[in-house]
């Protein structure tokens, strides 16, 4: 049922809970994707073993054809991104699902994170 809203060539965005995705990073089972800007990162932290990939080159990071494709990312491994307040990782998330990646998930905010029990690195 409406599946022509769901993006070509890939999975669907799914909001996860910070707890389970705090716990599935610590399993190795997700890539946890910081896409907020660097200042936000040197003011605040990022999550614990995150890529930080900002919002302006996570097509081309994140793209299986791109040379520039980040070595980290497969489109075949769960990948949760978060940033501020959950918007800007919304928006990239979709891009991925876009991108061909299977499972995608929005955590939220990095408060989110940290509220799930996850650890901040700075």
Not at 106 to 119: F, V
Request: with cysteine; aromatic share 4%.
């Amino acid at each position: 049922m409406l599946n022509f809203l769901r993006p070509s060539g890939g999975g669907r965005v799914e909001k996860i809970s910070a707890k389970d995705a705090v716990a599935k990073a610590k399993a190795g089972e997700l890539t946890v994707v910081d896409v907020r800007e660097g200042m936000e990162v040197k003011s605040s932290g990022k999550a614990k073993g995150a890529l930080h990939i900002p919002l302006a080159t996570i097509r081309m990071k994140a793209d299986p054809s791109s040379p520039e494709k980040h070595p980290e990312l497969d489109t075949a491994k769960p990948v949760a991104l978060y940033c501020a307040s959950g918007a800007r990782s919304a928006g990239a998330a979709q891009m991925l699902a876009q991108l061909g990646y299977e499972h995608v998930y929005n955590i939220g905010g990095l408060h989110d994170w940290h509220a799930g029990g996850g650890e901040i690195e700075r």
